[in-house]
């Protein structure tokens, strides 16, 4: 690393467990929590990536955990930057893809339909 | 040994939780512009928003709201100041975003209730239902599983995706853990989806056709020993498609636990799939581990906030309850309780309603549907509104008989012929040829060939010995191909033996 | 002609010194001169190119009135779609798909007669500060090849830089414009949050992500944010009012009387020494201008990197799901549709966006929520209210953009952490939903590469960052004697 070019300061990233009472979060993932992960996520993960990944998550997770410390209870989430609401259409047909352009990417395609292998899980 | 029903409730108490799902009848999809029309060929109605391209947005369907919010009214609820959409992630080919997009813990009615009653031994009795929520959420797409041998998702080679179906706008309605129903728990559970429908369909905001798909229900069912105050362990089931299907439904699980409880076996947490042939369900997906779908509040788009004066404007728009409709229906047709029950449970009313509309006699209109009808719908286990007899034909078969052209035993005929897809009544009747025969000369005729070939029947009547003329008079129909008016035929014939 | 600013362009098009073909070409020619070394582009559409050039230029032939920037070329970077051209994302994942629809940003680059010349590498799915992970190589520093020029949009800022188009798009989630734009000696703007359409961005965190104008001037920048900006009926979180008058503020660019705001806590410890310099110099010029500088403390923005890195890859993890190889995309692998999803995104999502997408499942998984994305969004509250409380004592707020200049390519790739750091400064913009805006502050002395100012404005006031951002080039082009991408070395063939 060039120390003239400055080093990122880690005071920034490290945590602080002892956070302020509350419980401390076990920031611990293992391999198999990938894994699990993994299958959720329907990515299958190589081991070489399970087990990087448990390793990296760890870091980041110590590192992200630190939002507990100062989100009480008293503070709203957010989940809009925007004070925007009701945002509405009218119940107004227009007009569709064709069918070629809707199945223009298909990887694979029968009867105009999407075809896709055979699926396992219950409808 | 299965048990019967009679056993299982004089151990056990249901309890009850029953979900619909309703199709909105808006003109396009819940968050695109996509035609809703039922039918069209495979992928024609998609866009970039319903197949869940990269890049594609959702826009709310304002009129999907101002239905949902007449739906939470008329059900009694609080519509929510502020209400949010969610996204419930899992990964199915049918959904094209791999979440669907739904609401969680902000809905946008809540805590509502709908009285039904239902016929018991100690007359009817009123059930209150109370709704837990009604939010919004969007349909999935459509497959087909081909190669397989039942067209079902198991053995099949691969599956055919058509999305036209994709994102059409569905309200959820669910019900509050329903206790306190007891042996009458499948007639409640029957009777609350139909109060539903009925309302539903007042309100305009949905054709509910149970077999088409657009009002769905899964009944959640569980039993507990009477007087227990843990509830057991629940199934769901699915595919129940119509209202003799949730009463079937509920009645086959309760016995269904039961027989395990007996067992002491323990009764698995899970979906079933209920088939209609049977009145039995197989079993589903396990719900053992209840699948992740990591809610969290939808970032495209915006809360829904109802203004009271949106909610007012609503309220005041909102049609009369059905219940109301059918007390002034009662009065108008002088009709007793107990046949009003009777029309409701063979869900003839409306049916009824729209023939006496075409200006049949409700008498008369109630006496074909309620009977006749009704048992040649029961007869091949489908409901009434099937068949492809419908009130104008009904009203004009009522007209017939009134006018003479048909004799009872005829319009019979004539019914059974609509129903079997012959055609409209005058089709029939024309058709089979038929028609009453009321030209004396012609009855005379086949009066005389009868006493002629049976004339000790004959001597028996002129004896005074009434009852002996049924052999003639059945004869008589025989000979007429039915189609003489049998009192008229009688009524000659008793004259003519010096009887009448 | 290259060299000149797009306002250039658009006065000796205007002018008819050039025609809309003429100068397009001339954009081809030095892209096939010099992406060989920069790879800043996907996919050059010249056949495309020429005929929107042509269409411009005819339509201006025969009299019809035509936008401000018509028949000046532009770089798109391509994460936004257009109709029938390759989407890649970045990624192996979309690699061959053309989109049957177009963004709303190409069609209003469309109606502007603006002529799109291609589509810009960029971090895969705008995942990364340096467009090292795109899954199509990455793209080069004009500064210096061997260093990055930073992502997710380098590619976009690349092609500025390298003179390969006047104009470009870029989309900001992190600081995904910024950042490069910073390391590039460019300008890049990302709008208040539903200033510019979303409909056809494909998303990586909705909540977070804005497409916004990037240039050489802010002039330029202003013009171009006055093209795509706006109201849209297809994306549900669009602002239903004006742009802001960008160009007015761009061209007035008095700063007397205005109150500029240092924010403490992005700056010191973790900023190159180089770049700070700049920085401080920046606020003296504007002090001579007649700004006032003052000093505001967003306590909160120490915690603003662990709140994005819980709610960008929490979303991500959902839009991504899309991906499953039944609709569009490669497929992969055998047996059932499961086994060839798991196996499509093995292989179609590269390292970053598996990590993020993985960490996002967590954050969201039940059990989990409260602690970390629940938490998170109460500390985009918590920011929010430092900007507004910030903003009550100052009319823009300023950082350096970036922490450092342009790193070797390799340096970070295997340190998330260290890489994360590189957004430390914009971050808390996007979080807040505010605007943002980075202008060259000069080269730092260590190592003669350029670095940025940073200037943010309240929502929807970003006539105020183009203000600023205008005074201080302008101070700063005096001052230099020519515009800084003069100073970065030749590129091509000689």
Redesign the interface.
């Known amino acids: 690393m060039d120390s003239e070019r400055g080093r990122p300061n880690p005071k920034v990233i490290r945590v602080k467990c002892e956070a302020l009472g509350k419980v401390t979060f076990m920031s611990n993932i293992s391999r198999d929590d990938v894994a699990n992960l993994a299958k959720l996520a329907r990515i299958d993960l190589s081991e070489d990536d399970l087990s990087h990944l448990s390793n990296e998550l760890a870091v980041i997770l110590e590192a992200v955990a630190r939002v507990q410390e100062v989100a009480g209870a008293d503070v709203p989430p957010t989940s809009h930057p925007l004070p925007l609401k009701n945002v509405f259409r009218e119940d107004q047909v227009r007009p569709s893809l064709t069918p070629d352009e809707a199945l223009s990417g298909a990887p694979a395609q029968e009867e105009q339909r999407f075809k896709v292998p055979q699926i396992l899980g219950e409808e | 040994m299965a048990l019967s029903y009679s056993d299982v409730i004089s151990k056990y108490e249901p309890v009850l939780g029953l979900e619909v799902h309703v199709e909105l009848g808006t003109e396009s999809k819940m968050f695109c512009g996509c035609n809703t029309v039922f039918g069209a060929a495979p992928n024609t109605q998609t866009c970039p928003v319903c197949l869940g391209l990269p890049g594609a947005l959702p826009v709310v369907n304002g009129k999907a709201i101002d239905y949902t919010i007449a739906i939470g009214l008329a059900l009694n609820c609080s519509i929510a100041p502020y209400s949010r959409f969610a996204r419930k992630n899992y990964f199915y080919p049918d959904m094209p975003k791999n979440f669907q997009t739904s609401q969680y813990d902000e809905p946008i009615c809540v805590n509502g209730y709908l009285d039904v009653t239902v016929d018991t031994e100690d007359g009817p009795k009123e059930f209150r239902i109370e709704i837990e929520r009604v939010h919004m959420e969007e349909d999935t797409g459509k497959s087909l599983h081909m190669g397989g041998s039942t067209g079902r998702i198991h053995g099949a080679d691969y599956s055919l995706l058509d999305y036209n179906r994709a994102g059409i706008p569905l309200v959820e309605i669910v019900t509050k853990v329903v206790t306190g129903t007891g042996k009458y728990a499948p007639e409640v559970a029957r009777a609350y989806v139909s109060e539903l429908r009925d309302i539903l369909r007042g309100l305009g905001v949905s054709d509910v056709k149970m077999e088409q798909g657009s009002l769905r229900c899964d009944a959640n069912v569980s039993l507990r020993l009477i007087g227990a105050e843990k509830l057991g362990t629940r199934s769901e089931t699915k595919n129940v498609n119509s209202l003799r299907s949730v009463e079937r439904a509920v009645r086959g699980e309760m016995i269904r636990h039961a027989e395990l409880l007996d067992k002491g076996e323990r009764v698995t947490q899970e979906t079933r799939h209920f088939h209609e042939d049977t009145g039995l369900t197989t079993p589903g997906r396990s719900k053992e581990q209840a699948e992740d779908y990591r809610y969290f509040p939808e970032p495209d788009l915006v809360p829904v906030a109802p203004s009271s004066e949106l909610v007012e404007k609503i309220r005041a728009t909102l049609p009369e309850k059905p219940s109301v409709r059918r007390k002034k229906l009662q009065e108008a047709w002088q009709v007793p309780e107990k046949e009003m029950a009777a029309m409701i449970n063979a869900d003839v009313l409306d049916l009824v309603e729209d023939t006496v509309k075409l200006g049949a006699d409700p008498t008369r209109a109630r006496g074909w549907w309620l009977g006749e009808i009704a048992r040649i719908a029961n007869e091949k286990a489908v409901a009434a509104s099937e068949l492809s007899i419908n009130p104008q034909d009904v009203a004009e078969i009522v007209a017939l008989v009134a006018q003479g052209e048909l004799t009872d035993k005829l319009a019979r005929q004539v019914v059974e012929g609509v129903i079997n897809g012959e055609g409209r009544p005058t089709e029939i009747i024309e058709k089979r040829g038929i028609k009453v025969v009321s030209d004396d000369s012609a009855l005379m005729a086949a009066i005389e060939k009868a006493i002629a070939a049976q004339p000790d029947v004959a001597e028996k009547v002129r004896g005074g010995h009434i009852p002996a003329a049924g052999a003639l008079i059945g004869a008589i129909m025989k000979e007429t191909k039915g189609q003489a008016d049998a009192a008229k035929v009688r009524e000659l014939l008793l004259k003519h033996l010096g009887q009448g | 002609m290259i060299k000149k600013s797009a306002s250039e362009m658009a006065s000796a098009l205007s002018a008819g010194e050039i025609t809309s073909v003429e100068l397009t070409q001339a954009h081809l020619d030095q892209i096939a001169n010099v992406d060989g070394d920069v790879h800043a582009f996907l996919h050059v559409d010249v056949d495309g190119a020429i005929a929107q050039a042509r269409a411009v230029d005819e339509k201006r032939k025969s009299g019809e009135k035509v936008a401000p920037l018509a028949g000046v070329p532009l770089a798109l970077k391509d994460v936004?779609?257009q109709k029938g051209i390759p989407?890649t994302?970045g990624s192996k994942m979309?690699e061959g798909?053309?989109?049957?629809?177009d963004?709303t940003v190409v069609t209003r680059l469309k109606e502007n007669g603006i002529v799109i010349l291609g589509k810009t590498n960029m971090d895969e799915f705008a995942m990364g500060s340096s467009t090292e992970n795109s899954a199509y190589g990455p793209t080069h520093n004009p500064w210096d090849l061997s260093r990055i020029p930073g992502g997710s949009g380098g590619g976009s800022s690349a092609a500025l830089a390298a003179f390969e188009a006047p104009l470009a798009i870029g989309t900001d989630t992190g600081g995904s414009i910024r950042q490069p734009a910073a390391v590039t000696g460019t300008v890049g703007v990302k709008p208040t949050?539903?200033g510019v359409s979303?409909?056809?961005?494909?998303?990586f965190?909705?909540?977070l992500d804005q497409a916004g104008p990037c240039a050489r001037t802010v002039l330029d920048a202003a013009y171009l944010h006055e093209a795509i900006g706006g109201y849209d009926?297809?994306?549900?979180?669009s602002?239903n009012e004006p742009v802001p008058a960008v160009v007015a503020a761009a061209k007035d660019g008095n700063v007397k009387g205005m109150k500029i705001g240092v924010i403490k806590e992005l700056q010191g410890?973790?900023?190159?020494?180089g770049?700070l310099k700049l920085f401080n110099q920046s606020l003296e010029i504007l002090a001579s201008l007649g700004a006032e500088i003052v000093e505001v403390s967003c306590k909160?923005f120490?915690?603003a990197?662990?709140?994005y890195?819980?709610i960008a890859p929490?979303?991500c993890?959902?839009n991504l799901?899309?991906?499953?190889?039944?609709?569009?995309?490669?497929?992969v692998?055998e047996?059932?549709?499961?086994?060839?999803?798991?196996?499509t995104?093995?292989v179609g999502?590269g390292r970053e966006v598996?990590?993020r997408?993985?960490?996002g499942?967590?954050a969201?998984?039940?059990g989990y929520?409260d602690?970390?994305?629940?938490?998170?969004?109460?500390?985009?509250?918590?920011i929010?209210r430092d900007f507004e409380n910030a903003f009550t004592k100052a009319d823009v707020l300023v950082s350096p953009t970036a922490?450092?200049?342009a790193?070797k390519i390799g340096?970070k790739a295997n340190d998330?952490?260290?890489m994360y750091?590189n957004d430390?400064a914009t971050i808390p913009t996007n979080?807040?939903?505010?605007g943002g805006m980075s202008v060259p502050s000069g080269l730092a002395e260590?190592?003669g590469l350029p670095a940025g100012f940073q200037i943010m404005a309240p929502?929807m006031k970003d006539d105020r960052m183009y203000k600023v951002g205008s005074a201080l080039e302008a101070a700063l082009l005096t001052k230099w004697g020519r515009p800084i991408l003069e100073s970065a070395p030749a590129l091509g063939a000689k």
């Open positions: 936004l779609v989407t994302c979309l798909w053309r989109p049957p629809y963004s949050y539903g979303r409909y056809g961005l494909v998303a965190s909705s909540s009926r297809m994306d549900s979180t602002i410890d973790g900023y190159q020494p770049v909160y120490d915690y990197l662990a709140a890195y819980l929490s979303e993890s959902s799901a899309r991906f499953d190889a039944m609709r569009y995309g490669i497929r692998g047996g059932s549709a499961e086994e060839v999803m798991n196996a995104r093995q999502f598996k990590r997408i993985i960490l499942t967590y969201l998984s039940s929520y602690a970390y994305y629940g938490s998170a969004q109460k500390v985009r509250t918590l929010s922490p450092t200049t790193f340096e998330p952490i260290a750091l430390i979080l807040a939903g505010i260590e190592d929502a």
